[in-house]
T-cell receptor, first 116, second 112 residues
Framework: AQSVTQPDIHITVSEGASLELRCNYS??????LFWYVQSPGQGLQLLLK??????LVQGIKGFEAEFKRSQSSFNLRKPSVHWSDAAEYFC??????????????FGKGTLLTVNP | DGGITQSPKYLFRKEGQNVTLSCEQN?????MYWYRQDPGQGLRLIYY???????QKGDIAEGYSVSREKKESFPLTVTSAQKNPTAFYLC???????????FGPGTRLTVT
C-alpha cells in the first residue's frame, strides 16, 4: 500500500530564515505528488504539484519542491519565511487506482511556527 | 466565484443521533470526496464518487453513508454507528481524469 511520511511533526523557524519540510513516499511507480497548506480551521490549499518532467517545481507563495526519485522524496522549500506562512503543511501522493480513478494518500502533516 | 461550499462550519449533536454534512460545488467537477481529519492524523478518505449515482468506500467508511444524486452535491451522513464522530470533515472535488483535488472550508462536528 502507498504511504507518505512527514518526519517532522512540528518545525519552528525565525521570520526570514529558510525552510525545508520533508516528505518521503512509498510507491511503486512514478507518483503524482502534491503539497497542500492548511491554516487553522480552514480547508486545504494546493501549493504545488509534480506529475512529470522537471524535478524542481515552483508553486504559489514563493514555495518550491524537488522530486528525488532515488530518495523517494518530495521536499518543500522556501528561501525566506514570512510570518503568514505559519500553518500546517501536508504532503500527498496519488494512490493510483488506475484509469481516471485518483485517490490521494496524505502524510500526517508538519506544523510550522514562525517566530518574529 | 466557483468553489466548494460546506455547511455548517460548526455542528453539534448528541450521541446516538445521525447528522448530515452538506457539500456543494459549482466547479462542474465530476469527482467528489469526503475526508476526516483528526489532530496529528492527516486526512483519511471516507467515501468518494466519480460520477452521479455511484460512489466507493474509502479507508474509513464504517459508520458513514453518502449519496450522489446530483453532480453538484455529495452529502455525508454520520450515523450513530460511528464510534468516534467528533472530527473535522473536509469535502473535495476534482476534474475527472485529474489527480488534483480542490477542498472546501470544512465542517467541525462535535458529538457529546
Amino acid at each position: 500500500a502507498q504511504s507518505v511520511t512527514q518526519p517532522d511533526i512540528h518545525i519552528t523557524v525565525s521570520e526570514g530564515a529558510s525552510l525545508e519540510l520533508r516528505c518521503n513516499y512509498s510507491y511503486g511507480a512514478t507518483p503524482y505528488l502534491f503539497w497542500y497548506v492548511q491554516s487553522p480551521g480552514q480547508g486545504l490549499q494546493l501549493l504545488l504539484k509534480y506529475f512529470s518532467g522537471d524535478t524542481l517545481v515552483q508553486g504559489i507563495k514563493g514555495f518550491e519542491a524537488e522530486f528525488k526519485r532515488s530518495q523517494s522524496s518530495f521536499n518543500l522549500r522556501k528561501p525566506s519565511v514570512h510570518w503568514s506562512d505559519a500553518a500546517e503543511y501536508f504532503c500527498a501522493v496519488d494512490a493510483g487506482s488506475g484509469g481516471s480513478n485518483y485517490k490521494l494518500t496524505f502524510g500526517k502533516g508538519t506544523l510550522l511556527t514562525v517566530n518574529p | 466565484d466557483g468553489g466548494i461550499t460546506q455547511s455548517p462550519k460548526y455542528l453539534f449533536r448528541k450521541e446516538g443521533q445521525n447528522v448530515t454534512l452538506s457539500c456543494e460545488q459549482n466547479l462542474n467537477h465530476d469527482a467528489m470526496y469526503w475526508y476526516r481529519q483528526d489532530p496529528g492524523q492527516g486526512l483519511r478518505l471516507i467515501y468518494y464518487s466519480q460520477i452521479v449515482n455511484d460512489f466507493q468506500k474509502g479507508d474509513i467508511a464504517e459508520g458513514y453513508s453518502v449519496s450522489r444524486e446530483k453532480k453538484e452535491s455529495f452529502p455525508l451522513t454520520v450515523t450513530s454507528a460511528q464510534k468516534n464522530p467528533t472530527a473535522f470533515y473536509l469535502c473535495a472535488s476534482s476534474i475527472d481524469g485529474e489527480a488534483e483535488q480542490y477542498f472546501g472550508p470544512g465542517t467541525r462536528l462535535t458529538v457529546t
